[in-house]
């Protein structure tokens, strides 16, 4: 599915780089979660990067097969608690 980066939110990323954005929304195991950003629906992406790091992506959907990158963060270790538990639970 394409992903379209904002140009704020890829100029705002900070310890991330789009390449672990993208390999985080492209992971074979990710928890998608239903939520709002700013007021508007979006989606959560809960995953893991090559490496394995852990990351939040928030997206938006512009289209029927399109989404609208929003954001991107480290999970707080009460995050990634709970998504190591998913992990444990999805195997």
Known sequence: MPYRWWP????ALVGITDVEV???LNADRRRPLPGFAL??????IWARTEAGRAL???VKQEGQFSWGILGARDMTPDELAEFEKWEASAA
């Not at 704020?8 to 100029?11: F, M």
């Not at 007021?39 to 959560?44: F, M, R």
């Open 39 to 44: 007021g508007i629906p979006a989606l959560s």
């Open 56 to 58: 939040i992506v928030v």
């Open 22 to 24: 993208l390999e985080a």
């Open 8 to 11: 704020a939110t890829l100029a």
